[in-house]
C-alpha cells in the first residue's frame, strides 16, 4: 500500500517532468503561428543597392517579407504604410527588424526604382529583385502565388499577388503569417515576443 | 412649325435648370492622393456624399495633371491581392460611398509634372448625365494612411 503510493508519486513526477521536456512554453501569439509548417528564410535575390543577398544576410533581425510591386498603387502601400507604423511603434526595437519587399514584376522594378520605393515607406525596409525564376521559386517555398494580369492596351498591367506577410525570427525561421487587415497591437504585440527571443547579431 | 420646336427646346432647358443636376447633388471632401516615387501610378481617395434621392453613377475621369486616370478596386480576398478596373461607380441616394485605401479608388498615371507633397490636383469626374464633378486632392506622403495621417 505503502510503496504503491511512492510509486504513484514517482511516476505523476515522471510524467510531468516529461511533459515539460516535450514542449518549451509557447508565446501567446494573437497572429497565424506558422512555426514549423514554413521552410527557414532562404534566397538569393538582389538587394535595392544592386548587391547580391541571401536570406542568411538577415540573421539576427527579425524579418517581416512580403510580396509586391511598385506599379501597384493601392494595396502595396497601404501594406507597407502599415508595416511602417507598426515598426514606429517599436521605438529603438525596430533596428532589429526588417522589412523585406521581394518584387513579383521583376520587369518593371530594377533595384534603383525599389530603392526610392522601398526608402518612400521605411527606413528599416529593404527591396528585394530576382530573375523571373529566382523569384517564382521563393513564391512557390512559402505558398505564395501571383500572376500577371493581361496588359490594359497602354502597356500598363497588373499582378495579383498573395497578400501574406511572412514573420521569421532571428534565427531565420517562419513563424508567424499576417494579413494586410490584422490588427496593428496583433503585429506589435507579437513583433515584441520575437525580438525578445533569440540571440542578436 | 419652327416656332412650336423652338418652344419644346426652351421648355425643355427650364426643366435641366429646375432641377438639380447630378454634380450639384454630390459633395466630395478629404480627397487626397498618394505621392510615389518616380512616375509610379497613384491611387485618389475621397469622400463623396450623394444629397439626391437617387443614384448618381460616375462614368470617368479626367485631370489636366494626370496622363491617365481611372477608376479601380482592390480586394485581398482569399488571400489575393488583386485589382478590379470599373467603368461605373454607382453613389446610391442619400449616403456617402468612400474611396479609401484597400477598396475603391481613382488610379492617377502618368502625371504631366511631378506631384509634390501639399500640392492640390484636380479630377474632374463625369457623371451619367453629363455633369461634371471637380475633385480637389491634396497630396500626401507614400504612407499615410488618410488626408490627416
Known sequence: MKLSRIGLMALLTLVLALAGCQREPQPA??????????PDLDFRLTNDEG???????????????????THCPDVCPLTLTQLHVVLQRLGPLADDTRILFVTVDPKRDTPEIMHAYVNAFDKH????VGSDSDTEALAKRYRSAF?????RGNGAYDVSHSSAIYIFDRDGKARL??????????IVHDLHLLIGLGAKS | MKTRFFAVLAGLALCTAAHANDAQSVQATKGWVRVLPGNLPAGGYVEL??????????VGAQSAFYG????????????????EMLDEVDLPPNAVTTFAPGGYHVMLMDAKKPVKVGDHVVVNFQLADGSVLPVDFT?????????TD
Open chain 1, 29 to 38: 501569439w494573437r497572429l497565424t503561428d506558422v512555426g514549423g509548417h514554413l
Open chain 2, 49 to 58: 456624399k450623394n444629397t439626391s434621392d437617387h443614384t448618381v453613377k460616375i
Open chain 1, 177 to 186: 503569417l499576417a494579413t494586410p487587415s490584422a490588427a496593428q497591437d496583433d
Open chain 2, 139 to 147: 497630396a500626401r506622403p507614400a504612407n499615410a494612411f488618410s488626408l
Open chain 2, 68 to 83: 491617365h486616370t481611372m477608376f479601380h478596386r482592390s480586394s485581398t480576398e482569399g488571400g489575393m491581392g488583386r485589382m
Open chain 1, 147 to 151: 500572376t500577371r494580369e493581361p496588359d
Open chain 1, 51 to 69: 548587391k547580391p543577398v541571401t536570406g542568411a544576410d538577415y540573421r539576427g533581425k527579425v524579418v517581416l517579407m512580403y510580396f509586391g510591386y
Open chain 1, 125 to 128: 525596409a529593404v527591396g528585394l
